[in-house]
């Protein structure tokens, strides 16, 4: 019961998270009431049940026919998902508060990058913060024995790892004026940082580097024509893979002590 309660609260959160991408810096409130794009309906409740409405409309607009993007369903799914898969890796414990926290702001900071290839500083902060507050979380509640399971102690050089992250970024980004990287990435790798420390941290963003790269290899081959040295690539997806990759499976390739 457990497991399906977390799975539709994924669904319904990923609904919200889609609602968020669309007006996110657009001026629009995220209180207001959704309209199809194309005829300008105000949409019913019926209309926008999380992956249902879709299904049984055909992922097209009741009234005008016009076809709704994939990007809905896909980030209802996949949030739903991921609400299920945190729920059964943290238990009922504190650390799953954060990590929902987490992971539905990665969510629409990987879908916004997509779109507009920019990471929104707001988005940042909440990933950042949060990451800081389960951090410090672990801390008080070790020290004061009140210990909860997945919040473990952490270690003084997980503290840094915020900082320590962003200066190659912001190196980069210094040194190529922006063409190699974009300093939001280097935003990004602080929170990854305060979310996973030091170790766990730099191995998330080792495998983002990596995928990115193998990304863009298989793109020149395979894509000549729409991909180029030229091209820019939204990395923030990739380095969030590499942070889901890490979270889930602990893989470390600095065995120096980490925070998870």
Not at 242 to 253: A, M, R, S, Y
């Amino acid at each position: 019961m457990f497991s399906l309660f977390f799975f539709l609260l994924g669904a319904c959160i990923g609904s919200f998270l889609n609602v968020v991408i669309y007006r996110y810096n657009t001026g629009m409130s995220l209180n207001g009431r959704s309209q199809c794009f194309s005829c300008g309906r105000t949409l019913t409740w019926y209309d926008l049940v999380p992956l249902a409405s879709w299904l049984v409309y055909r992922g097209r607009c009741r009234t005008c026919k016009s076809k709704i993007s994939w990007q809905y369903p896909l980030v209802e799914l996949s949030t739903a998902l991921l609400f299920l898969a945190i729920f059964r890796f943290d238990g009922l414990t504190l650390a799953l508060l954060f990590d929902l926290i987490i992971f539905s702001t990665l969510t629409v900071m990987t879908v916004y990058d997509i779109r507009h290839k920019i990471i929104p500083d707001g988005l940042v902060v909440i990933f950042a913060v949060t990451g800081l507050l389960k951090m410090l979380a672990s801390i008080f509640l070790v020290s004061g024995h009140f210990a909860l399971p997945a919040l473990v102690a952490v270690p003084w050089f997980d503290l840094l790892a915020g900082a320590i992250f962003f200066i190659p970024f912001w190196l980069l980004w210094l040194v190529s004026q922006g063409r190699w990287i974009g300093l939001g990435d280097g935003k990004l790798a602080i929170g990854i940082g305060t979310f996973l420390g030091l170790s766990l941290g730099l191995s998330a963003i080792m495998i983002g580097f990596w995928a990115g790269a193998i990304f863009g290899l298989a793109g020149l081959f395979f894509a000549r024509k729409k991909l180029t040295m030229k091209s820019e690539l939204p990395f923030a997806p990739f380095l969030i893979l590499g942070v889901l990759i890490v979270f889930f499976t602990g893989i470390n390739f600095f065995l120096m002590g980490s925070f998870l």
